[in-house]
Structure formats: C-alpha cells, structure tokens
C-alpha cells in the first residue's frame, strides 16, 4: 500500500523557515517523480515544486522561486520541501504528491498546515 506522510508544519512568523518532510512508503520510492502542491483555505491546489527521481532536476513556481527548495533522500524514501522567506501568502495546506508512469499525480499524502502570521 502506497502511503505518503507528510510533517513539519507548524505557525511561523514572515521571513520564518520550515522544513516539511514527507515520509514514503509501499512503492520503489527512488523510481518516480514528486512533487510538492498546496491548497490555501477556500482556494484551489496549486503546484508548487517538482524533483525527478534521481534528485537531479528541480522545477518551481514562480512564487517559490528562490525561497523554497525541493530535494529528496532515495536511501530514506524521504522528500523535503526546505521553505525559507515565508510569506503570509504562504499560508496553505501543503502535500506531497507521487507522479505516475504518465506525470499524473496517482497518490496524496494527508497534508500538512502552514501558517504564516505575525
């Protein structure tokens, strides 16, 4: 069974720092893309950042771009999203995503929230 575990969350003040782990299991972790989404309250998902399997390409968001940083350890079957520079528009439900075979997003893991207030 494929499960996605997401952590990390918390309530940070802007030009705060998280880290959000997510935990994978039940699928050969080190063979498939993932990726990073988040939902703030009331509107829609919105993708944030990509990896490749081998950990060697990245793709961002505009709005992420050179705050957020997307990585992976295949010998943990751990994907990070390392959040720096928060922003009160930061504030959403993230989750970590599994790409499948055709680049669609077969499993979510539950979510984890951040707030970013002062």
């Known amino acids: 069974e494929v499960q996605l575990v997401e952590s990390g969350g918390g309530l940070v003040q802007p030009g705060g720092s998280l880290r959000l782990p997510c935990a994978a299991s039940?699928?050969?972790?080190?063979?498939?893309?993932m990726t990073w989404v988040r939902q703030a309250s009331g509107k829609g998902l919105e993708w944030v950042s990509t990896?490749?399997?081998?950990?060697?390409?990245?793709s961002y968001a505009d709005f992420v771009k050179g705050r957020f940083t997307i990585s992976r350890d295949n010998a943990k079957n751990t994907l990070y999203l390392q959040m720096n520079s928060l922003k009160l528009e930061d504030t959403a439900v993230y989750y970590c995503?599994?790409?499948?075979?055709?680049?669609?997003?077969?499993?979510w893991g539950q979510g984890t929230q951040v707030t970013v207030s002062s």
């Open positions: 990896i490749n399997s081998g950990g060697g390409s990245t």
């Open positions: 039940g699928f050969t972790f080190s063979s498939y893309a």
């Open positions: 995503a599994k790409m499948g075979d055709w680049d669609e997003y077969d499993y």
